[in-house]
Nanobody, 123 residues
């Protein structure tokens, strides 16, 4: 069982930055692949970034490539998402999700979800 808690969201102007954190409970956190997803009202939850259990490989949606960076610190059981050069279209609730499969390819592969954190980018 893994519990995930996101933090770090907020209101920022376009061009600004935020760092989101996803803190996990559970002794086997390093076994889990973790992804960051976002969702806006009326739309499906979409994958924006993912990272393997050892942090050796990362994946990004084209819409965020070059602006967002996902990292993890398994000693702290935490995954981070650095959001730079934010745009109004990045406004969404951001969720982290963990699973044993490639979570960044489909929400169906996520076994555990956090509660989400709101990111709002003003123009």
């Amino acid at each position: 069982q893994v519990q995930l808690v996101e933090s770090g969201g907020g209101l920022v102007q376009a061009g600004g930055s935020l760092r989101l954190s996803c803190a996990a409970s559970g002794r086997t956190f390093s076994s889990y692949r973790v992804g960051w997803f976002r969702q806006t009202p009326g739309k499906e939850r979409e994958s924006v970034a993912g990272i393997t259990g050892d942090g050796g490989a990362t994946y990004y949606a084209d819409s965020v490539k070059g602006r967002f960076t996902i990292t993890r610190d398994n000693t702290k059981s935490t995954v981070y998402l650095q959001l730079n050069s934010l745009k109004p279209e990045d406004t969404a609730v951001y969720f982290c999700g963990a699973g044993l499969r490639r979570v960044w390819t489909s929400v169906e592969n996520v076994d555990y979800w956090g509660q989400g954190t709101q990111v709002t980018v003003s123009s």
